[in-house]
T-cell receptor, first 110, second 116 residues
């Protein structure tokens, strides 16, 4: 069974690039990694999903190294509105287990 | 306007009473999920359903029950057997968890349950 580990919190400044890493040991070949953003008292919102190497969409990039023991969510040029909690999720293909990280509280300062 | 709705937003109950939380989706999604979130904590899976008339226990199913009689609806009952039911409850849906790479979960706004 995979286990996910994320930093509890991070700070950064407006306009900077922010990278949040999730460690996931024992991830299997067909397991997908997904990242979500959550604001207080709201449901999480999908950011990006990947399987290997690099995925990019209009809001973020996801980097997954060859050994797939970690993944990094990259937010380019953050703004104050990116202050939120970010969760990584590993979906285990073999038994459909959903392994959620504990979340990283990101605070963006002016 | 497609989406997933949960009602009510806030719910108050006395200890010992069962309470049912509503979750409806009009996204035509096969899969639906229930999560519990405690203050400052992450998401914990209670139950999920991949198809109508079928559901599976998640990590913390004890004290909860669900039904999936219709594709659009996945109500959660918090029973009196749940020792600490006060929490923020989130419902989600996804297209088809068996199709890899397209299983984005869409979350509802949540129901905050307080039991005293």
């Amino acid at each position: 069974l995979a286990k996910t580990t994320q930093p509890i919190s991070m700070d950064s400044y407006e306009g900077q690039e922010v990278n949040i890493t999730c460690s996931h040991n024992n991830i299997a070949t067909n397991d997908y990694i997904t990242w979500y953003q959550q604001f207080p008292s709201q449901g999480p919102r999908f950011i990006i999903q990947g399987y290997k190497t690099k995925v990019t969409n209009e809001v973020a990039s996801l980097f997954i190294p060859a050994d797939r023991k970690s993944s990094t969510l990259s937010l380019p040029r953050v703004s104050l509105s990116d202050t939120a909690v970010y969760y990584c999720l590993v979906e285990e293909d073999s038994n459909y287990q959903l392994i959620w990280g504990a979340g990283t509280k990101l605070i963006i300062k002016p | 306007d497609g989406g997933i709705t949960q009602s009510p937003k806030y719910l108050f109950r006395k200890e010992g009473q069962n309470v049912t939380l509503s979750c409806e989706q009009n996204l035509n999604h096969d899969a639906m999920y229930w999560y519990r979130q405690d203050p400052g904590q992450g998401l914990r899976l209670i139950y999920y359903s991949q198809i109508v008339n079928d559901f599976q226990k998640g990590d913390i199913a004890e004290g909860y029950s669900v039904s999936r009689e219709k594709k659009e609806s996945f109500p959660l009952t918090v029973t009196s057997a749940q020792k600490n039911p006060t929490a923020f409850y989130l419902c989600a849906s996804s297209i088809d968890p068996r199709v890899k790479g397209s299983n984005e979960q869409y979350f509802g706004p949540g129901t905050r349950l307080t039991v005293t």
